[in-house]
């Protein structure tokens, strides 16, 4: 446990009256000057270290000793303000326990942990007054300056200006070779926050709803204007605005560059001086300062200004041998590939509330359902007047671009660069950030890291899920992609022409893989897929395709192509030649695809009719098959009762499988043929991806589901109900299947426990 509380009375926040303005100053009663200490007076206060395997806080009230007078009542880890700075390594899991206390619930995120939805401290995951939680934290990121605070709902503002925030710094001993001070006293976390004091030494705090608390006195570490006493070297000092809602603009007095080695999500590629850094709410920088060789007595003395005037002295008292600074070399940048998806956020006013998407927040709203394991990119519009510090959790992202509210480009801050996990957004700008959502499912938040801005309204969440595309450029690359995933063996391949569905279908069903061709040449992704697993067998269906590809083909693999006079009779043909014997076989209109298609998941010779009138090709299909049994595809618009009727005139059994449109019919299908919690999505009105995902379902034992533009029909939900689905691929892109179905599929997937 930590410390006990103080039984020294505490103080009720007071409210005066007050404006804000936007990195403005105070504009109600200021702290009295009389209570500040003289500049530079006080040493930094260095919090206490804890560190793994276990590290336990508590919600205190406490008095700390800020100003010259009065003593000032915090809320508080461990009735310290700020709470006990946290060493982890990466690599070693540590387990986080919070006590509540005994007046409020309370929750706590560790900002920048790449973890589990579980133990990220949702808003909804609170922890209940006089209760307690463990956080379990993987450390399985690179080396950062992280911190935790309080994020209970809508009270995150008045309860983290109350002090619960502290460092937790994630160390790698490796850096030490890279020239670097790690976890040692030449690593000094700087924790900048702000705050105004009644004459009674209480905090002043007016946050609501268009009022984000701005105080007028910064601190470090808790403390005034301190002193940093150093030895002469090389010192890493960690930089972390910890305000609700000041920007600061941190460099030296005497207008010397800092040499800055890392961002919020690690250390840069290589080190860049800055004149200073700006840094809004959240955000974290890491600079080396140079005392190497300085002369006992040297001061340096950093600031901020952007308003906030001297921030922190640090004085050599120590010279012990002098000489040259490390040479510090950083690893290379980790960059990103191109993304997967693109999708738009944006920030809104409403009067005093600001919103995400539209909305404020709602615990039973999703703005985006990202895909597990994908980068994507995410661009973030600003439609508000006011500057926006926006967080995602679970993810570090990579600044992409910056645009004006025309489309016109923005240079990048400096401050963009590396990997952050909270971005300035300006008013009417457009900040794109990729990030890879790897590892985790579950719900998770994002928001304006201006703490009354997120509590009055600007909060949102999205929920990773596991849902990938199987797609390429063109439909004859989805095929191959969709069949670069499936199991051995690959047998038997059939390939037809892109845009000839009907004996695309007929082969399909009866195939371990199906390919498509376009044009007089074979597709490198075709032949790719052909000489990383040969088959036994290509079968091409149809005549569509060309006599040149059929050579290309034969060259890869034994060849022989299996055409008719019409798509009818090719279906005849097809199911004679890969099925020779079936005593059970489908029939399908050849005028419509979507009806049929799903049939092919029960792996039968499919064969097409007239809807009006049963083909001759298939019905002497049907008696050379020696079928005694067919499945009807589709309802009496499909395949009419006087088609039925002949079947039944022939001595047949006839099963209709349909529903009210052709996704129910898929839905059916799926049905008869299993469910299984993996689905394969497709369009119920672009076939040559949904065909694919057929034979991927069949091939894999999954479950089936055709989607229209605007999203599910009942019976797909049905479906993806019934599945207990926990993760979807959809067969094609953007075009095939539309972002607005794809967030409708993902809703129903099912997070797995815990």
């Not at 070297?233 to 007095?253: I, P």
């Not at 200073?276 to 040297?298: H, K, M, Q």
């Not at 998770?444 to 509590?455: A, G, I, P, S, T």
């Amino acid at each position: 446990m930590g410390a006990t509380p103080t039984a020294q009375a505490t103080s009720t926040l007071t409210r005066p009256a007050a404006l804000w303005c936007e990195l403005g100053d105070w504009q109600g009663t200021p702290t009295d000057p009389a209570l500040r200490p003289p500049p530079f007076s006080r040493p930094l206060p260095r919090p206490e270290v804890r560190s793994g395997p276990s590290v336990e806080l508590q919600v205190l009230r406490a008095q700390a000793q800020i100003l010259d007078g009065p003593a000032t009542p915090v809320l508080a880890y461990d009735g310290q303000f700020p709470g006990p700075t946290i060493h982890a390594r990466v690599g070693q899991e540590l387990s986080l326990r919070l006590h509540a206390g005994e007046e409020e619930d309370a929750v706590l995120h560790l900002h920048g942990a790449h973890v589990p939805a579980v133990h990220d401290g949702h808003v909804n995951d609170v922890v209940p007054v006089g209760g307690s939680r463990t956080y379990t934290y993987a450390n399985s990121q690179p080396a950062a300056t992280l911190w935790y605070h309080d994020h209970l709902l809508m009270r995150t503002g008045p309860r983290v200006y109350s002090g619960l925030s502290g460092a937790y710094l994630l160390l790698d001993p490796g850096e030490v070779d890279l020239g670097l001070p790690v976890g040692d006293e030449r690593d000094v976390e700087l924790l900048i926050t702000d705050r105004t004091f009644a004459d009674d030494g209480s905090l002043v705090y007016d946050g609501g709803p268009g009022r984000p608390a701005v105080g007028d006195v910064v601190l470090v570490n808790g403390a005034d204007r301190p002193r940093l006493d150093v030895a002469a070297g090389l010192v890493r000092l960690r930089l972390a605005n910890v305000c609700n809602a000041r920007g600061l603009r941190v460099g030296r007095a005497d207008g010397m560059p800092l040499m800055q080695v890392a961002t919020d999500g690690g250390l840069l590629g290589a080190p860049v001086d800055r004149a200073s850094i700006e840094l809004w709410p959240a955000e974290r920088a890491e600079v080396l300062l140079d005392l190497s060789g300085a002369d006992v007595g040297t001061r340096v003395v950093l600031a901020d200004t952007a308003g906030g005037g001297n921030l922190l002295a640090i004085d050599v008292v120590d010279a012990p041998g002098g000489g040259a600074a490390p040479d510090v070399r950083l690893p290379p940048l980790a960059d990103l590939p191109p993304p997967e998806v693109v999708r738009t956020i944006t920030l809104d006013a409403d009067g005093p509330r600001f919103l995400l998407a539209g909305h404020g927040f709602d615990p039973d709203v999703r703005d985006v359902y990202a895909r597990l394991g994908a980068v994507e990119r995410w661009q973030l519009v600003n439609t508000t007047s006011s500057s926006h510090p926006m967080h995602l959790h679970l993810v570090s992202f990579l600044v992409r671009s910056r645009s004006t509210s025309s489309g016109g480009p923005l240079a990048l801050r400096p401050e963009d660069e590396g990997w952050k996990d909270t971005v300035l957004v300006r008013p009417f700008e457009t900040v794109a950030v990729d990030a890879r959502f790897a590892d985790h499912e579950g719900d998770f938040m994002y928001h304006c890291h201006v703490l009354e801005h997120e509590d009055h309204d600007m909060m949102s969440q999205f929920r990773v899920v596991d849902l990938a595309r199987v797609a390429g450029r063109t439909r004859v690359e989805t095929a191959a992609a969709i069949v670069a995933g499936l199991p051995d063996p690959v047998g038997l391949v059939v390939v037809a022409d892109g845009e000839d569905w009907r004996s695309a279908l007929a082969g399909a069903a009866l195939a371990d893989a199906l390919l498509l061709v376009s044009g007089t040449t074979l597709d490198p992704t075709v032949r790719d897929e052909l000489v990383r697993r040969p088959p036994a067998q290509v079968v091409v269906v149809g005549d569509a395709v060309t006599e040149e590809v059929v050579d290309a083909l034969a060259q890869l693999a034994p060849t022989r192509r299996v055409a008719a006079a019409d798509p009818v009779a090719t279906a005849a043909a097809v199911a004679l030649d890969l099925a020779g014997q079936a005593s059970t076989a489908v029939l399908a209109t050849d005028r419509v695809f979507a009806d049929a298609l799903a049939a092919g998941l029960l792996g039968l010779p499919v064969l097409l009719t007239d809807p009006e009138v049963l083909s001759d090709a298939a019905a002497d299909a049907l008696q050379q098959l020696g079928v005694t049994q067919v499945v009807v595809a589709g309802g009496t618009a499909a395949v009419s009762p006087a088609v039925e009727a002949s079947l039944v005139d022939a001595g047949l059994a006839v099963i209709r499988v349909a529903g009210a449109d052709r996704t129910a019919t898929a839905a059916a299908f799926t049905r008869r043929a299993g469910l299984d919690p993996t689905v394969w999505a497709a369009s119920a009105d672009r076939f040559p991806d949904a065909l694919g995902a057929a034979v991927a379902a069949r091939r894999t034992g999954g479950t089936l589901v055709l989607v229209g533009d605007s999203g599910v029909s009942s019976a797909t939900a049905g479906v993806l109900i019934d599945a207990a689905t926990r993760r979807i691929r959809i067969a094609g892109g953007e075009a095939a299947v539309t972002l607005v179905a794809e967030a409708a599929l993902a809703a129903h997937i099912q997070l797995p426990p815990g």
